[in-house]
């Protein structure tokens, strides 16, 4: 049933504005990916092309070996959910999650005791059996939500396309239906693609997660590759706080002034580069070889973990440095802190 999706070169203009500038990526049957980027950066118009509601100016779609192009809307058998306004609000529950078999033509349309049977199946796959009456008015948003991939799982789809699907819902509910779809789509299996741009929602919820910026598709990987191992500055700064050092790379050894911060690097990474280390690598330690020393200035919350604000000599902005259970150093106090991990780029 799932397919692979192979997405080739595409680019796409509107009017002059090169909205996607070049995007490849090859999604394994069943594979959930999130596509990841900030606003503007091209993740909903590449899904609409994957939908086949927008054109390609370069480059194709295939579903397997198919090219996309050759299919039309129908037959591409596409489930879609949308951030809101998903549900037809005039019709119940069981209606609208009956309304893309009932929309086909005849002599592909399940009977009616089929289509009752299967809406049934679904409700009780999206776990809300029984509220088939109800119209989505009566429904709380995650409710709703999970109605819309009912309805978009109803025509038996090739792949699975959600845009920000729990976009418009709170904290609480989107964090819930994220567990709950993960847990669902390692049920069904569709192949899925998944448009957000919250990046603990992709990496919670996707096999792979593709990173775009300005069109472009910075770096595809697991959940771990892109965190611990990021292939450029900004899929490093877009995942997560970071602080970013200058230094110097000699041999084996990252050096802040002459002072030597990080070891055991590959020896081809030589000279003037930019070391990006976050929060929590970060440590405050009695004694190493490989220490910066700095005195702490501001003490602050940042949700459960406690944060130091590191001011170091030579470096303009304050190192933040993530306590967890570490004792609380003092303001003013001088500490020395070791980095227990950290990418390095060329300098810019
Ligand atoms: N129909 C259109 N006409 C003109 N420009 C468009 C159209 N659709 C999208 N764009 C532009 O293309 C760029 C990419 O838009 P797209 O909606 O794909 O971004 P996005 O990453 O999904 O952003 P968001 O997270 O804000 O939804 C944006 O600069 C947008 O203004």
Same mark, same amino acid.
């Given at each position: 049933? =799932?397919?692979?999706?192979?997405?080739?070169?595409?680019?796409?203009r509107?009017?002059?504005?090169p909205a996607?500038r070049?995007?490849?990526?090859?999604?394994?049957?069943?594979?959930?990916?999130? +596509?990841?980027?900030?606003s503007? =950066?091209?993740?909903?118009?590449?899904?609409?092309?994957?939908?086949?509601?927008?054109?390609?100016?370069?480059?194709r779609?295939?579903f397997?070996?198919?090219?996309?192009r050759?299919?039309?809307?129908?037959?591409?058998?596409?489930?879609?959910?949308?951030?809101?306004?998903?549900?037809?609000k005039?019709?119940?529950?069981?209606?609208n999650?009956?309304?893309?078999?009932?929309?086909?033509?005849?002599?592909?349309?399940p009977?009616?005791?089929?289509? =009752?049977?299967?809406?049934k199946?679904?409700?009780?796959?999206?776990?809300l059996?029984?509220?088939? @009456?109800?119209?989505?008015?009566? +429904?709380?948003? !995650?409710?709703?939500?999970?109605?819309?991939?009912?309805?978009?799982l109803?025509?038996?789809?090739?792949?699975?396309?959600?845009?920000?699907?729990?976009? #418009?819902?709170?904290?609480?509910?989107?964090?819930?239906?994220?567990?709950?779809l993960?847990?669902?789509? !390692?049920?069904?299996?569709?192949?899925?693609?998944?448009?957000?741009?919250?990046?603990?929602?992709a990496?919670?919820?996707?096999?792979?997660?593709?990173?775009?910026?300005?069109?472009?598709?910075?770096?595809?990987?697991?959940?771990?590759?892109?965190?611990?191992?990021?292939?450029?500055?900004?899929v490093?700064?877009?995942l997560g706080?970071?602080n @970013?050092?200058?230094?110097?790379?000699?041999?084996?050894?990252?050096?802040?002034?002459d002072?030597?911060? +990080?070891?055991?690097?590959?020896?081809n990474?030589?000279?003037?580069?930019?070391l990006?280390v976050r929060?929590?690598h970060?440590?405050?330690?009695?004694?190493t070889?490989l220490?910066?020393?700095g005195?702490?200035?501001?003490?602050?919350?940042?949700?459960?973990?406690?944060?130091a604000?590191?001011?170091?000599? !030579?470096?303009? @902005?304050?190192?933040?440095?993530?306590?967890?259970?570490?004792?609380?150093? #003092?303001?003013?106090?001088?500490?020395?802190?070791?980095?227990?991990?950290?990418n390095?780029f060329?300098?810019?």
């Amino acid at each position: 049933m =799932s397919v692979a999706v192979t997405i080739e070169a595409i680019e796409k203009r509107f009017e002059n504005f090169p909205a996607l500038r070049g995007v490849s990526l090859d999604i394994q049957p069943g594979e959930l990916v999130a +596509l990841l980027g900030p606003s503007g =950066s091209g993740k909903t118009t590449l899904l609409r092309l994957i939908a086949g509601l927008e054109e390609a100016d370069r480059g194709r779609v295939l579903f397997g070996d198919i090219d996309t192009r050759a299919l039309s809307l129908r037959d591409r058998r596409i489930g879609f959910v949308f951030q809101q306004y998903a549900l037809f609000k005039t019709m119940n529950v069981a209606d609208n999650i009956a309304f893309g078999l009932r929309s086909r033509p005849r002599e592909e349309r399940p009977i009616a005791s089929e289509i =009752s049977k299967r809406v049934k199946g679904l409700l009780e796959l999206v776990q809300l059996p029984g509220l088939e @009456k109800r119209y989505p008015s009566q +429904l709380s948003g !995650g409710q709703r939500q999970r109605v819309a991939l009912a309805r978009a799982l109803a025509i038996e789809p090739r792949v699975l396309l959600l845009d920000e699907p729990f976009g #418009a819902l709170d904290a609480k509910v989107r964090k819930d239906l994220r567990a709950w779809l993960r847990e669902l789509h !390692g049920r069904v299996g569709h192949t899925t693609v998944f448009v957000t741009h919250d990046q603990e929602e992709a990496l919670e919820l996707a096999d792979r997660v593709a990173i775009l910026n300005a069109g472009k598709i910075e770096q595809v990987g697991s959940a771990d590759d892109v965190y611990d191992h990021p292939a450029t500055p900004f899929v490093c700064e877009f995942l997560g706080e970071v602080n @970013k050092l200058p230094v110097k790379v000699v041999g084996s050894q990252a050096f802040f002034g002459d002072r030597p911060v +990080l070891g055991g690097l590959s020896q081809n990474q030589g000279g003037p580069a930019s070391l990006y280390v976050r929060p929590q690598h970060l440590r405050i330690v009695d004694e190493t070889p490989l220490a910066l020393p700095g005195t702490v200035e501001h003490l602050r919350r940042n949700g459960p973990l406690r944060r130091a604000e590191v001011a170091v000599e !030579g470096l303009k @902005k304050r190192l933040d440095v993530d306590l967890a259970s570490q004792v609380a150093p #003092a303001i003013g106090e001088r500490v020395r802190l070791r980095i227990t991990h950290g990418n390095l780029f060329a300098a810019a």
